[in-house]
């Protein structure tokens, strides 16, 4: 089992990138998603997360409006829109799956099985 993040990249502030999370080795379309994301010197934080039904989706308070998740057509790959970009979203990204994330427990670093490698995101001032 292997999730593929890629996507990251040098961007400036009001740019926007588009994550994507590639599943590999099983059917992931019953699983929870999400992202997180960790800042140089910062412990790892929850960016979003959307729920093994697809029917509920979590923001931080410092992305919502701005970041958006959402699954593929295909339900192996997961997207993290990110508009409008401030130089404090700079962080490498992680996407992580689990199968038995419930809804109170997606914000949750520790309730997610499967981690991708991370990509690096850097927006400029």
């Known amino acids: 089992v292997q999730l593929q993040a890629s996507g990251g990249g040098l961007v400036q502030a009001g740019d926007s990138l588009r994550l994507s999370c590639a599943a590999s080795g099983r059917s992931f379309s019953t699983y929870a998603m999400g992202w997180f994301r960790q800042a140089p010197g910062k412990e790892r934080e929850f960016v979003a997360a959307i729920s093994r039904t697809g029917g509920t989706t979590f923001y931080a308070d410092s992305v919502r409006g701005r970041f958006t998740i959402s699954r593929g057509s295909g339900k192996n790959t997961f997207y993290l829109q990110m508009n409008s970009l401030k130089p404090e979203d700079t962080a490498v990204y992680y996407c992580?799956?689990?199968?038995?994330?419930?809804?109170?427990?997606?914000?949750?670093?520790?309730?997610?099985?499967?981690w991708g490698q991370g990509t690096l995101v850097t927006v400029s001032s």
């Open positions: 992580a799956a689990g199968p038995r994330v419930i809804t109170s427990a997606l914000r949750m670093i520790t309730a997610y099985d499967y």
